[in-house]
């Protein structure tokens, strides 16, 4: 017998570590015994947490809301609210901000036609004047005739006409008379003609106005009249 052979052979142990046994499929329960059994605690202690916490994330409804992202979202509707209220705000400032710049930009043409038809006014009464006196004729009276109806179409409306009811704010009196045959203050002769231009009146038209009045073979017949029925009356 050999020498090795006369030795003691030291047993082969051959230990299974694996944490599923391959004939069932089921976790194994590893032994309280040492380091190894304190590592296979750590281990399993870390896997069961991470399992409980992805159990409880997968838990979580996906539509749902914690209360502090519920508030965000309140916070968040309520800039939403403020900030549509500004702009409609803002909006409606901008809209009257419009209307009243374009009032006054038809105000400021308006006034500058006017002004421009209010020189032009001379010219009119001398074409007038050029026209009675049958000197308008020819050329001339085409250009008359341009001029005029250029500020027609502008804006520019004559007035004063024999037979108008006298006005004061567009007639300016110069001469006055009395008749039987009008029924009150009426426009008998026109002097000047009138110029307004859309609302505004540029010029009065200078006439001359005649009253009602009884003639003397009217007024002495009643009294006439009035004289006779006292007579009755005693």
Not at 47 to 55: I, R
Not at 64 to 92: F, H, I, M, N, Y
Not at 127 to 151: P, Q, S, T, W, Y
Not at 206 to 231: C, I
Request: no cysteine; glycine share 10%.
């Amino acid at each position: 017998m050999s020498r090795n052979e006369g030795e003691q052979q030291e047993p082969v142990v051959v230990r299974d570590r694996r944490r599923i046994d391959p004939e069932t499929g089921e976790r194994r329960t590893p032994a309280p015994n040492g380091d190894e059994a304190q590592v296979a605690e750590s281990m399993s202690g870390t896997l069961d947490e991470e399992f409980g916490q992805a159990d409880e994330s997968a838990e979580l409804p996906v539509d749902g809301a914690s209360p502090e992202q519920g508030g965000e979202s309140t916070g968040l509707q309520k800039q939403v609210d403020e900030l549509t209220a500004d702009l409609k705000r803002v909006t409606a400032e901008y809209a009257n901000y419009r209307k009243r710049v374009e009032r006054d930009r038809e105000s400021v043409i308006a006034a500058a036609k006017a002004s421009v038809a209010g020189d032009l006014l001379t010219v009119l009464d001398d074409l007038e004047r050029a026209e009675a006196h049958g000197d308008l004729n020819g050329a001339f009276k085409a250009v008359a005739d341009k001029l005029i109806g250029a500020l027609n179409s502008s804006g520019l409306e004559a007035f004063g006409a024999e037979g108008d009811e006298f006005d004061p704010s567009v007639h300016e009196a110069v001469q006055h008379t009395t008749s039987s045959e009008v029924s009150g203050p009426t426009v008998t002769t026109v002097m000047r003609r009138g110029y307004r231009f859309g609302e505004r009146v540029l010029r009065p038209a200078m006439v001359a106005v005649t009253d009602y009045e009884a003639d003397g073979d009217t007024a002495s017949e009643a009294g006439a009249d009035q004289s006779g029925e006292s007579t009755e009356q005693e």
